[in-house]
């Protein structure tokens, strides 16, 4: 199996979210598939295999090092970015997903364009415990709906969702998948126009560098604030990166960049 490593939402290596990507014949069983998974031990790792016809060019699976997932922006990024710098396939690519047929779509300026499902949000009461356990008073906080499986929190300003230094274990019991802390920037005319970080321990990440789901959930959540259908957001992660969205109702397109930085054999 060749495996790659690719860095996804930036343009430079060492930077934004890093995946694994797998292309293969046919999908293993899901125990060998995990096992991958863990020794790659990234946030993600995808696996891809090409599909004879239908509403679908490619399957595509996603897996942390702890558990397969209903989806993934990043590891979808890298996927694509994989099969066209590779010349495996032109123009738009379709995913058989979880979470329904994705579509990828290259830009001549270097970009891929993602299009998710946009995530329902719902206004729900702080759960209790949640405020101490990220260390920080929320503004709100939403629901995201099952296919994201997080709580979505509105913080005060941008230094106080830099500053976060959250108690990950008590943070666990308190979503399906984790955490999306979020405010609005700090610089109103500057680069972005949200920040957010993305705390996933229940499913094995402390930390995601940066997570293309989430910013189905705060695409909305934001334009609805801003007044604005297109948005980009910083996740403040250690890492960093980009994600352009662009809200289209029931669909929200998810745009950035990607890197290949280590290509091998997987010998076993």
């Known amino acids: 199996m060749r495996i790659r490593i690719v860095d996804a939402f930036t343009d430079r290596p060492f930077a934004g979210n890093p995946a694994g990507v797998l292309l293969l014949d046919?999908?293993?069983?899901?125990?060998?598939?995990?096992?991958?998974?863990?020794?790659?031990?990234?946030?993600?790792?995808?696996?891809?295999?090409?599909l004879p016809s239908g509403d679908a060019d490619w399957a595509l699976r996603w897996f942390t090092p702890a558990t397969e997932v209903d989806m993934c922006g990043h590891a979808t990024l890298a996927t694509a970015h994989v099969l066209h710098s590779t010349g495996a396939t032109q123009g738009p690519v379709r995913f058989a997903t979880r979470s329904g047929v994705l579509v990828a779509t290259p830009r001549e300026?270097?970009?891929?364009?993602?299009?998710?499902?946009?995530a329902p949000l719902t206004r729900i009461d702080s759960p209790e415990g949640v405020a101490a356990a990220l260390g920080a008073e929320p503004l709100s906080v939403h629901d995201t709906g099952r296919q994201v499986g997080d709580l979505l929190v509105e913080l005060a300003d941008e230094k106080t969702v830099r500053a976060l230094a959250p108690d990950l274990k008590a943070l666990a019991a308190h979503s399906e998948?984790?955490?999306?802390?979020?405010?609005?920037?700090?610089?109103?005319?500057?680069?972005?126009?949200?920040?957010?970080?993305?705390?996933?321990?229940?499913?094995?990440?402390?930390?995601?560098?940066?997570?293309?789901?989430a910013h189905t959930a705060l695409a909305p959540f934001w334009s609805a604030r801003l007044?604005?259908?297109?948005?980009?957001?910083?996740?403040?992660?250690?890492?960093?990166?980009?994600?352009?969205?662009?809200?289209?109702?029931?669909?929200?397109?998810?745009?950035?960049r990607a890197v290949t930085v280590i290509e091998g054999d997987l010998l076993t």
């Open 227 to 256: 007044g604005r259908a297109e948005l980009t957001g910083l996740q403040a992660s250690a890492r960093t990166g980009f994600v352009h969205t662009e809200l289209r109702g029931a669909r929200t397109l998810l745009t950035g």
């Open 26 to 50: 046919a999908f293993p069983d899901d125990a060998r598939l995990q096992d991958i998974a863990a020794e790659v031990n990234h946030a993600e790792t995808a696996f891809a295999h090409p």
């Open 109 to 118: 300026d270097g970009t891929i364009t993602l299009d998710f499902p946009t």
């Open 177 to 213: 998948r984790g955490v999306i802390a979020t405010a609005r920037a700090a610089d109103p005319d500057g680069a972005y126009d949200f920040v957010s970080r993305c705390f996933f321990p229940h499913v094995g990440i402390d930390e995601d560098p940066v997570t293309g789901s």
